[in-house]
């Protein structure tokens, strides 16, 4: 497989469930990001992993709880979420720099309805 | 606040041309990417602009002027596969990314 890689594409949980989301990046990048995307209003950045490092933690409820076990894998660990936080929630990953173009190769998103 | 705007919606013709404006504030500016996202996909990367001017690829152009916090994507010779949300965002001086809300383009035939 080639690209970013997010499993699964949809998910439905109830309100007291426990799931995460899943992220895979084969572009052999060094950062990686979680997006969420609601509709009509701009990426919201939730999370940024340099170097497996969390630099970034964008004031995230805690019932939202990355995990980065390396610089391929991302995971998004979901417990107790609120009806609001129905979105799609995209990975992304990077050649991170303090300079110049940072591109972002995104994945396709997991769809999650909170019920 | 750092703010960027672009147009919800608009609506073109299959073999024509069309704009898509965003004017952005930021603190510090390193740059200005567009991406393009069809419905159930992900964002694609369609370009960078970081010097005044305009940058030409194919059918798609982006145009930045770093006076006036505004860039434009120019799309030519239209084709329904064009129909997609077309985003934008600014990188402040922290590298930090500012994101639109994004543009929803309509090709008709």
């Known amino acids: 497989e080639t690209g970013v890689t997010q499993t699964p594409r949809h998910l439905v949980m109830g309100m007291t469930n426990k799931k995460s989301l899943k992220c895979e990046q084969h572009l052999g990048h060094n950062a990686m990001y979680w997006y969420k995307q609601s509709a009509k209003k701009p990426l919201e950045l939730m999370f940024v992993?340099?170097?497996?490092?969390?630099?970034e933690n964008n004031s995230v409820p805690s019932r939202f709880s990355p995990e980065c076990p390396n610089s391929s894998h991302l995971f998004l660990h979901l417990h107790t979420l609120q009806p609001e936080d129905s979105a799609l929630y995209l990975c992304?990953?990077?050649?991170?720099?303090?300079?110049?173009?940072?591109?972002?190769?995104f994945g396709a998103g997991s769809r999650l309805t909170v019920l | 606040g750092q703010n960027i705007d672009q147009p919800t919606e608009m609506t073109a013709t299959e073999g024509a041309i069309v704009q898509i404006n965003c004017t952005y504030q930021t603190s510090g500016f390193n740059g200005l990417f567009w991406y393009q996202q069809h419905a159930g996909e992900a964002p694609t990367f369609l370009s960078y602009?970081?010097l005044d001017g305009l940058e030409e690829k194919g059918r798609f152009s982006s145009f930045l002027s770093r006076s006036k916090g505004y860039s434009y994507l120019l799309l030519k010779e239209l084709q329904m596969k064009d129909s997609a949300s077309y985003l934008c965002?600014?990188?402040?001086?922290?590298?930090?990314?500012?994101w639109g809300a994004g543009t929803k383009l309509i090709i008709k035939p």
């Open positions: 602009n970081v």
């Open positions: 965002a600014a990188m402040d001086s922290n590298y930090q990314l500012i």
């Open positions: 992993y340099n170097f497996k490092e969390q630099t």
């Open positions: 992304a990953s990077s050649h991170y720099g303090e300079s110049g173009a940072n591109v972002l190769t």
